[in-house]
C-alpha cells in the first residue's frame, strides 16, 4: 500500500525499493515519466526497468546520485537522473531506497516570479531555499547547494522530503506547511545526514513566508544555519551528565558494567561489550599492566539491536584475547585503540577468529574502539564500542567522550570491585563464626538457615542449638544491632559467651543477665572517649528438657517465637518482652511451657519480618501461613518460609532462622531411685543399677556406670544433703548418671597426693566417662556424669 502525500503526486516521480531489490512503491509522476502503471510494476524487481545489460552495483551510504538509461513503457530508452536515499526501518517499514526525480512543470507565473526574485537573499552567504505555494523547490542560493551537496538545476521541483530523504525532511516539511498555513515564521533545529555525508550534522533552520504586495503567502523560505559543532557539544555533555547519574546506582560490578554499556548505545556506539579481568588470576587483585595473551569475562553487553543477536561471547563466559586483538592491544598500551574494517587493521584478529569475522561481515561493522577501564593505578578490563547502523566512523571527539564516560564507570566498578571484597570476606567471617551444622540430640531435630542482606552490609544475626546435661537442648537465636565486620565479631564473641555460659546450665534469665553484663562492657570497649558505646543486640534464649516435654524461654528485646503443636494451628509464645541486651539494670523474666512430641518451634530474627512492601503484622501472617504448611520436612519448610516472606534480593536485614521439631524420651528410658542417708545401702542401689541396664540390655556399660553410680551416690550422702536422688536416662547413644540432693555446694575435681586417703572420685568419674558436670536447681544441685555407649553395648 502507497503512503499518503499532501501534496501533488504527479509532479515528481518517485519510486520506493526495498533492500531485496522490488519495487513497492510508484507514484503518478514516475506512471508519467515512463508509462508504467503501478500494478504492471509493484511487486516485482527494479532491475527490469533497466535499460542495458545487468544491474548496476548496490550503492553505499545514505545517498546516491546518477543518471540511468530506463525502459519506458512504449520500448524506448528514457535518460533519467535519479536521487535516491537510503532510509533505516521505521513506521511499520523495513529498510529502503526513496528514488525520486524531477518533473519539468509550469511552475509559477510570471508575477509570482518577481515577487520570488525579489528575494535578494540569494545572495547571502547563508544557506537558502525558496518553495512554492505547492512546497516544491523553486531557488537556491549557492550556499544551500554546498550544503545539500546538489546543484540547483538537479533538484528544482523537488520538495524537501525528496531532496532530504530522511527523518528530519519530514519534520522541516511539516512545519514548512505551518507557515504556509498562516503561523508565521518558525524556527527548527533538527539533526541528520546531509548531502550524503555518513556524519551527523545538526542546524537551526529559519521558515518565513514569502508574500507579494497584496500580503498573498506564495512560498516559504528557509534558512538553515549549521549548529553541528554546538549540537554535538550539548550531546557530550549531556551524555557524561546522563553517565553520571546512570552509572554505579549500586555496588554491584556486573550492573555497574551493564550501566557503562547502556549509556553508550545508540548516543556513542551500535554495540558495546565490557569485559572484565579476573582478579582470582592476579592473586586477589588487578595488576597495575598486563601483557597479551589476556583472558577476560564478559561481563555486560548491549546492542541497538533487539537483544544481541549472534554474540560471539555471552555474558558470564571467558575467552582468551591474543597480542594482535583490539582488547589486548589496548589493555598492553594503556590507551584506546580505534581500528577499522576499511583500514584492514581488524584483518589479523578476523582472520584468527572465523566467528567475529563472520558477525562483522553479517552485520557491516566498520568501526571499533577499545577503550580500557582503570582506576586507582589499577587495570579492570576493556570497552569495546562497534559501530555498524551508523555509517560514520569514530573521531577524536568520540574518543574523549568514551575515555571521559568509562573512566567515570571505571572508579564505580572498582569500587563495586572492594565492596564485592570486603562483603566477602565479611560473610565469610560470619559463616565461620556460625555453626556449620545442628548436633544429632534425642530432644529435637533442628534445621537452620542464614540470609545476608541484599543490599546493607553483612549484620550479627547468629543461632546455635546447644546439647546440655540431662539429654536436655539448647536453642539461641540472636541479633547484633547494626552491619559490618564489627557486628560480626561481636556476633562472634556472643555466642562463644553464650556457649560458655549454657555449659553452667544456667536458667535462661540468668543466662541473659550475664549476656547483658558481657553487652555493656563490649559497649565500654568500642566507645571513645566522650561518645557512648554502639553496641546492642537481641536475644531469645530456650532450653528443651525431652524427659518432661517443657521448655524454659526468656527473650530480651527480641521477636517471639511461634509454636506449632501437632494437630494445632501456629500462634505466637507470649513472653515477657525483656529489654534488649545493653541497656542493664532491669530483669529477664523466664517462662515454661509444655511442648507436646512433635511440636515445631520457629526461632528467627527480625529481619525475617522486615520488607518495604509489607508491615510487620503481615510479616507474622505470612510467617505462620508457611509454617502451617509443615509437612515433615524442616529443610523444605525452612525454604518455603524464605520463599513466602524474602522473595530473591528482598532480604532488607540479615536473617537468621532456626527451626527445631522436639522429641520426648519414652518413661521406659529413664529410671529413678530415691537413696536413704545411708552409706551401707550403696551395695544394693548399685546392684538395682545393674538390673536395669540388664534390662535396658546394656550390660556392656555395666562396669563403668556401677563404678561412676558408687563414688556419686556415695559423695551425696557423705556431703550432701537429704533427700538424695539418682536417676539413670538413655538414648541410642548415651547413658546418663544423675545424682540430685539439697546442697548448693559444689564439688571440685582435685588431684589427690600419694599418701591421700580419699580425693580420686571424681578424677576417676571424669577419666571413666565423656563428660560430666554440676547443674544448680532451685532445690538444690544435681552431679551428672556421661559415657558413651559401643555398638556392642546398644
Not at 528530519?168 to 527548527?188: I, K, N, T, Y
Not at 534445621?447 to 547468629?462: E, F, I
Not at 529477664?588 to 512492601?613: H, I, M, N, Q
Request: charged fraction near 25%.
Amino acid at each position: 500500500m502507497s503512503r499518503v502525500y499532501p501534496f501533488d503526486d504527479a509532479a515528481t516521480a518517485r519510486a520506493v525499493i526495498d533492500d531485496d531489490g522490488t519495487l513497492v512503491e510508484w507514484n503518478e509522476g514516475a506512471r508519467r515519466l515512463l508509462g508504467h502503471p503501478p500494478e504492471t510494476v509493484v511487486g516485482r524487481p527494479a532491475a527490469g526497468l533497466l535499460a542495458g545489460n545487468g544491474a548496476p552495483r548496490t550503492p553505499s551510504g545514505t545517498r546516491w546520485t546518477g543518471t540511468l538509461r530506463l525502459r519506458h513503457r512504449d520500448g524506448s530508452t528514457v535518460p533519467v537522473w535519479l536521487l535516491a536515499h537510503h532510509r533505516p526501518p521505521g513506521d511499520g517499514h523495513g529498510a529502503e531506497w526513496l528514488v525520486v526525480s524531477p518533473l519539468a512543470g509550469d511552475g509559477l507565473h510570471a508575477e509570482d516570479d518577481d515577487a520570488l526574485a525579489a528575494a535578494s537573499l540569494l545572495q547571502s552567504p547563508c544557506a537558502i531555499a525558496l518553495y512554492d505555494d505547492q512546497l516544491r523547490l523553486r531557488r537556491i542560493n549557492q550556499a544551500m547547494a554546498d550544503f545539500i551537496g546538489l546543484p540547483e538545476e538537479r533538484v528544482k521541483g523537488l520538495r524537501i522530503t525528496e531532496i532530504g530523504g530522511q527523518r528530519p525532511a519530514e519534520d522541516l516539511e511539516r512545519g514548512m506547511l505551518q507557515v504556509l498555513a498562516g503561523s508565521g515564521p518558525l524556527d527548527m533545529e533538527v539533526s541528520g545526514n546531509v548531502g550524503g555525508d555518513v556524519r551527523i550534522a545538526a542546524w537551526l533552520t529559519r521558515m518565513a513566508p514569502v508574500t507579494d504586495a497584496h500580503g498573498r503567502v506564495l512560498g516559504v523560505c528557509l534558512a538553515a544555519h549549521d549548529v553541528t559543532d554546538n549540537h554535538r557539544a550539548r550531546q557530550r555533555l549531556q551524555l557524561v551528565n546522563e553517565a553520571s547519574a546512570r552509572i554505579g546506582t549500586t555496588l554491584d560490578i556486573t550492573r555497574t558494567a551493564q550501566e557503562l554499556a547502556d549509556v553508550c548505545v545508540p548516543v556513542l556506539a551500535d554495540f558495546v561489550t565490557i569485559d572484565l579481568l579476573d582478579p582470582q588470576e592476579y592473586d586477589g587483585e588487578p595488576p597495575a599492566r598486563v601483557a597479551a595473551p589476556l583472558r577476560l569475562r564478559r561481563t555486560a553487553h548491549r546492542s541497538v539491536l533487539d537483544g544481541v543477536p549472534e554474540a560471539v561471547v555471552r555474558p558470564g563466559r571467558t575467552e582468551l584475547y591474543p597480542d594482535f586483538s583490539p582488547q589486548a592491544d589496548a589493555l598492553t598500551a594503556g590507551r584506546t585503540i580505534t581500528t577499522s574494517a576499511a583500514g584492514g587493521d581488524m584483518a589479523k584478529w578476523l582472520s584468527w577468529h572465523s566467528a567475529r569475522a563472520d558477525v562483522v561481515r553479517r552485520f557491516g561493522i566498520h568501526s571499533t574502539m577499545s577503550v580500557p577501564i582503570r582506576a586507582r593505578g589499577l587495570t579492570l578490563g576493556v570497552a569495546v564500542l562497534t559501530r555498524h547502523r551508523r555509517p560514520d566512523p569514530f573521531t577524536t571527539d568520540d574518543r574523549l567522550l568514551a575515555e571521559e564516560i568509562t573512566a567515570r564507570a571505571a572508579v564505580c566498578i572498582d569500587n563495586a570491585r572492594r565492596y564485592s571484597r570486603e562483603r566477602e570476606t565479611a560473610l565469610a567471617l560470619q559463616r565461620s563464626l556460625l555453626p556449620r551444622t545442628m548436633p544429632r540430640t534425642a530432644a529435637l531435630q533442628a534445621r537452620s538457615r542464614y540470609l545476608p542482606a541484599a543490599r546493607a552490609g553483612v549484620g550479627g544475626d547468629w543461632f546455635d542449638v546447644i546439647p546440655l546435661s540431662g539429654m536436655r537442648v539448647a536453642m539461641v537465636v540472636g541479633d547484633v544491632v547494626g552491619h559490618g565486620i564489627r557486628a560480626s565479631a561481636t556476633m562472634g564473641r556472643l555466642r562463644t559467651a553464650v556457649g560458655t555460659l549454657a555449659d553452667l546450665d544456667l536458667a535462661p534469665d540468668e543466662l541473659l543477665t550475664h549476656l547483658d553484663d558481657l553487652v555493656i562492657r563490649l559497649s565500654e570497649e568500642y566507645s571513645g572517649d566522650d561518645s557512648p558505646g554502639e553496641v546492642g543486640a537481641t536475644c531469645l534464649y530456650a532450653v528443651y528438657d525431652p524427659v518432661s516435654r517443657r521448655c524454659t524461654l526468656a527473650r530480651a528485646g527480641h521477636p517471639q517465637p511461634l509454636v506449632l503443636r501437632p494437630g494445632g494451628e501456629p500462634h505466637e509464645l507470649e513472653l515477657p518482652s525483656g529489654p534488649p541486651l545493653g541497656l542493664g539494670g532491669l530483669p529477664f523474666e523466664s517462662v515454661e511451657v509444655e511442648l507436646p512430641e512433635g511440636t515445631v518451634l520457629a526461632l528467627y530474627t527480625d529481619g525475617l519480618l522486615k520488607s518495604r512492601r509489607r508491615d510487620v503484622d503481615l510479616g507474622r501472617r505470612l510467617l505462620g501461613e508457611a509454617l502451617k504448611r509443615y509437612a515433615g520436612s524442616l529443610d523444605e519448610t525452612c525454604d518455603l518460609v524464605l520463599q513466602t516472606l524474602l522473595p530473591p534480593g528482598e532480604a532488607a536485614d540479615d536473617v537468621a532462622l532456626l527451626l527445631a521439631r522436639t522429641r520426648g524420651l519414652p518413661a521406659s528410658q529413664v529410671s529413678t531411685w530415691d537413696i536413704p542417708a545411708d552409706p551401707a545401702l550403696v551395695a544394693p542401689i548399685r546392684k538395682q543399677v545393674l538390673d536395669q541396664l540388664d534390662r535396658w540390655s546394656l550390660t556392656e556399660a555395666a562396669f563403668t556406670a556401677e563404678l561412676v553410680v558408687s563414688e556419686l551416690v556415695t559423695n551425696a550422702i557423705r556431703y550432701g544433703s537429704r533427700p538424695i536422688r539418682l536417676r539413670l536416662i538413655h538414648d541410642a547413644a548415651t547413658l546418663i548418671v544423675e545424682v540430685s540432693d539439697s546442697s548448693h555446694t559444689a564439688p571440685h575435681l582435685r588431684r589427690a597426693k600419694t599418701f591421700d586417703e580419699g580425693g580420686r572420685g571424681l578424677l576417676l568419674v571424669a577419666q571413666l566417662t565423656q563428660r560430666w558436670g554440676t547443674r544448680h536447681t532451685p532445690e538444690g544441685k544435681t552431679i551428672w556424669a556421661e559415657m558413651a555407649l559401643t555398638e556392642t553395648a546398644q
